[in-house]
C-alpha cells in the first residue's frame, strides 16, 4: 500500500542507550518530517527536510540527528537516550506546496518510544 | 496561549447526533489542516482549507479566514468516527514547511 512506513512501532531503551528511528515514503514527496507528540500538546516538529539532501532543524531539535538518506527515506537518530525523549514519534511526507495529500495518509503509524 | 487552540478539548456524543468541533488560530496562515488520529495512533489527513468549505461523506470543514476560525462538523455521528481530531495551520510566518498544530479534540460516540 502506498503510504509512509515508519519502524518500530514499539521500542523501549535504557537511558543512555541509542536507536535509529526508519521512515519511507512512495509518494514521491519530497519533503519529510520527524514530529513527536507528548500528552497535552500538540506534535512538535523535530527537523525536517525539504528536499533529498537538505536537514534542517525544527522546533525541538536538541537530542536529535537525522539523516536524509535518499527521496524516499528519512532517519531519525537518538544517540545518547534520555527518559525526556518518552514520546510518540511520527514521521510524515508532502508534495512541495505543503498541500497535506488532500484526504490522503501521509504520516506513518507511529513509534512509541519509552527511555527508562 | 497556544497559536492554534481547538474546542472542546473532549466531546462524548450519541450516535446520530451532529457534532461541531472548532479551531482558532492567532497567525497569517497559508492553509489549514483536519486530521483524525485513530485509536490506534495512525494520522489521516481529512481537509485542506484556505477558504470556504469542503465536504466529503458525513464529514463538512468550514473556515473563515477573516475570524481566523475553522470548524469540522460531523453528521450523522457514529461510533467509527471516536477517534482525536487535530487542527493544524501552516503559519506564513512560520516558514515554508512548517506547521503548528492544535492538541487535539478526543471525540467519543456511542451507540
Known amino acids: 500500500n502506498a503510504g509512509v512506513t515508519q519502524t518500530p512501532k514499539f521500542q523501549v531503551l535504557k537511558t543512555g542507550q541509542s536507536m535509529t528511528l526508519q521512515c519511507a515514503q512512495d509518494?514521491?514527496?519530497?519533503?519529510m518530517y520527524w514530529y513527536r507528540q507528548d500528552p497535552g500538546m500538540g506534535l512538535r516538529l523535530i527537523y525536517y527536510?525539504?528536499?533529498?539532501?537538505?536537514?534542517d532543524k525544527g522546533e525541538v531539535p536538541n537530542g536529535y540527528n537525522v539523516s536524509r538518506l535518499n527521496k524516499r527515506e528519512f532517519s531519525l537518530r537518538l544517540e545518547s537516550a534520555a527518559p525526556s525523549q518518552t514520546s510518540v514519534y511520527f514521521c510524515?511526507?508532502?508534495?512541495?506546496?505543503?498541500?497535506?495529500?488532500?484526504?490522503?495518509?501521509?504520516f506513518g503509524q507511529g513509534t512509541r518510544l519509552t527511555v527508562v | 496561549k497556544n497559536e492554534v487552540e481547538q474546542s472542546p478539548q473532549n466531546l462524548t456524543a450519541q450516535e446520530g447526533e451532529f457534532i461541531t468541533i472548532n479551531c482558532s488560530y492567532s497567525?497569517?496562515?497559508?492553509?489549514l489542516h483536519w486530521l483524525q488520529q485513530h485509536p490506534g495512533g495512525g494520522i489521516v489527513s481529512l481537509f485542506m482549507?484556505?477558504?470556504g468549505k469542503k465536504k466529503h461523506g458525513r464529514l463538512i470543514a468550514t473556515i473563515n479566514i477573516q475570524e481566523k476560525h475553522s470548524s469540522l462538523h460531523i453528521t450523522a455521528s457514529h461510533p467509527r468516527d471516536s477517534a482525536v481530531y487535530i487542527c493544524?495551520?501552516?503559519?506564513?510566518?512560520?516558514?515554508?514547511?512548517?506547521?503548528?498544530f492544535g492538541t487535539g479534540t478526543r471525540l467519543k460516540v456511542l451507540a
Open positions: 510524515a511526507s508532502s508534495s512541495p506546496g505543503a498541500v497535506m495529500g488532500g484526504t490522503e495518509a501521509f
Open positions: 509518494m514521491n514527496h519530497n519533503s
Open positions: 527536510s525539504a528536499s533529498e539532501g537538505t536537514t
Open positions: 493544524a495551520v501552516r503559519s506564513t510566518t512560520s516558514g515554508t514547511y512548517k506547521y503548528i
Open positions: 497567525v497569517g496562515i497559508s492553509a
Open positions: 482549507l484556505s477558504s
